[in-house]
């Protein structure tokens, strides 16, 4: 079992007795739009939930022209997203964070830094 597994279910429990920010209300939205016009379903979907920092950052990337971005985002901060990358932001447990380190101990320069 992984970290983020864990990680996901504790979220759930979290949340399960407040009330759910507008998932629905995204789907709605993005069915009114032509479907290859959102990123996350013409590519690998895969790489919204990638480890590697190189997708993660492609992600968000393809995030900024979605015609939904500013809701998906919305949307995403008031579920406080346990993981991911949506509307354009990387969520680790519920929180925007800048970028996805790199799996590994960080290198003894980095570690001092
Ligand atoms: S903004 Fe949301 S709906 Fe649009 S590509 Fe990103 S994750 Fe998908």
Redesign the pocket.
């Known amino acids: 079992m992984t970290i983020s597994v864990l990680d996901r279910r504790a979220a759930d429990a979290r949340t399960s007795t407040e009330p759910q920010a507008p998932l629905g209300a995204?789907h709605d939205a993005?069915a009114g739009v032509l479907e290859e016009l959102?990123?996350?379903r013409v590519n690998d979907a895969e790489l919204?939930f990638a480890e590697s920092p190189a997708d993660v950052e492609q992600a968000k990337a393809?995030?900024i022209g979605?015609p939904?971005?500013a809701l998906?985002?919305d949307g995403a901060l008031e579920r406080r997203e346990p993981w991911g990358?949506?509307?354009?932001e990387l969520f680790l447990q519920g929180v925007v964070i800048p970028r996805k380190r790199p799996r590994g101990r960080p290198r003894k320069s980095e570690a001092a830094a």
């Open positions: 995204l993005a959102l990123p996350c919204w393809l995030c979605c939904v971005q998906c985002l990358v949506w509307g354009g």
